[in-house]
Each structure stands twice: as structure tokens, then as C-alpha cells.
């Protein structure tokens, strides 16, 4: 069962600062509401018993409007005393989880996938860690990913601002706990794609799979934008 999320809420949204400058990235307001509440809804209809936030710049702004509980479900809080990274930050935050395997997503992005037959798939597949990919017909602002037989990722590429399309990480993730933080070093600053993934690429079931549910990242003032007309339709 999948049953425990992290979000990773500690970003400084440096390129939405035309926009927002008072609260964290994933407080922004999407139609009045913290873009954090659309996540925190999507986990809430898969059935997720527990949320840890990762949060480190304005995370007060976080815990003031959350609390303890988001609608019942328990929620606490990894505190970053200085940046860690998304892997230092994730590798912080799971240490509060005890299950098995744990979701985790960005909290600046939104992918529309079905949570529960990802977590199938990285049952099946015996995976040590499974990405959520999409493809992009213009991948321009993102690394791209290429995959082997049966969904096993064989290679990560850098952006390089090429426009053209590609199969990218869309930011959610299934990590097998124990073995993510056998394989991590304890209060480091690293990077969970370029020191995590592409460095153990060789040792671990690595997978990949690709979902075509709507995306969006509201890193840019021109996606944030968007997302104000797009959320007015949010189905969960």
C-alpha cells in the first residue's frame, strides 16, 4: 500500500519573484488558493495517510496555514536549517516515514497521474526507485530521460536548450526507503537526479514511466499564469 507523501516545499521561486515575493514557491496563488492545496487535494483522493512537507525558505508561512492536519490526514514538517538539495531534503524528510516505499513530489509542479497504478507498476517491476515521465514536445527546459526493455532507465540527458521533444522527469517519484538512505549521505547538500539517479544508474532497478496526464510547473510567471485559468477546472 502506498501510504506516506513528502513534498519538497523549500524552494526560493527566484524566477516567479515578478510575481511572489512574500510567500514560498508552492504558496503561490493559484485562484486565491495556495498552489499547495491543489497537491495536497490530488494526494487526499489517493488515499495518502500521512504528508511530511520539506520546507526550509518561509516554511512558517507553510506551518501557519497548515498546521498538524490537511482534512484529516496527519501532516509534519522536515525544517532545512540550511539548503540540503532535493536529495539532502528528501533524505531529511524520510527520516519521519516508516513505510517501505514513499511518494514523493515537487511542490512547484503538478502531474495528473493515477498514483495508484504507478505504485503497481514499481511493485511489478521490483524497482528500487520509479519516475513519473512525460513526454514534451519541447523539452528545451528540462533533462531528458531514455529508457530501455521494459521501462528500465539507461541514460540521462542534460538540458541543453535544444527545442525539441523529449521524455522528461515530470517530478514525482517512488523510493524504496531503506535502500534510499543506505545509499545517501546523512546532512549533505546533493541533488537527487544528478547524485542519486544518474550516479546509481547502474546498480539499482532504476524505472521510468510515462504517463500523458496534464502537467504543468509554475516555476515561470508565463505557467503560473496559465495555472490560474487551468485550476479552474481541477477535478480533484
Known amino acids: 500500500m502506498l501510504n506516506e507523501a513528502i ?19 508552492p504558496m503561490a496563488p493559484v485562484n486565491e488558493k495556495p498552489f499547495l492545496d491543489y497537491l495536497l487535494q490530488y494526494l487526499s483522493s489517493y488515499g495518502i495517510k500521512k504528508i511530511v512537507l520539506s520546507v526550509g525558505f518561509l516554511s512558517e508561512k507553510i506551518i501557519e496555514q497548515y498546521g498538524n492536519q490537511y482534512k484529516g490526514i496527519p501532516i509534519s514538517y522536515s525544517i532545512e536549517k540550511e539548503p540540503l538539495g532535493t536529495g539532502g531534503g528528501i533524505r531529511l524528510a524520510m527520516q519521519q516515514c516508516t513505510g517501505e516505499h514513499v511518494l514523493v513530489l515537487n511542490g512547484d509542479s503538478f502531474f495528473d497521474i493515477n498514483l495508484k497504478s504507478f505504485y503497481n507498476h514499481h511493485e511489478e517491476m521490483l524497482a528500487d526507485c520509479s519516475l513519473a515521465l512525460r513526454k514534451a514536445d519541447n523539452a528545451a527546459r528540462y533533462g531528458t530521460i531514455e529508457l530501455g526493455d521494459l521501462d528500465l532507465i539507461t541514460a540521462f540527458k542534460e538540458k541543453n536548450g535544444e527545442e525539441k521533444p523529449g521524455t522528461i522527469n515530470a517530478g514525482i517519484y517512488l523510493l524504496n526507503r531503506e535502500t534510499f538512505l543506505e545509499e545517501t549521505p546523512s546532512e549533505k547538500n546533493f541533488s537527487i537526479e544528478k547524485d542519486f539517479f544518474e550516479t546509481h544508474i547502474k546498480q539499482l532497478n532504476l524505472y521510468g514511466f510515462c504517463y500523458d496526464g496534464y502537467f504543468i510547473d509554475i516555476g515561470i510567471p508565463e505557467d503560473f499564469n496559465k495555472a490560474q485559468n487551468d485550476f479552474k477546472a481541477f477535478k480533484y
Do not use: E, M, Q, Y
Open 7 to 25: 513534498i519538497l516545499a523549500g524552494g526560493f521561486g527566484t524566477r516567479l519573484r515578478s510575481v511572489i515575493n512574500d510567500v514560498p514557491k
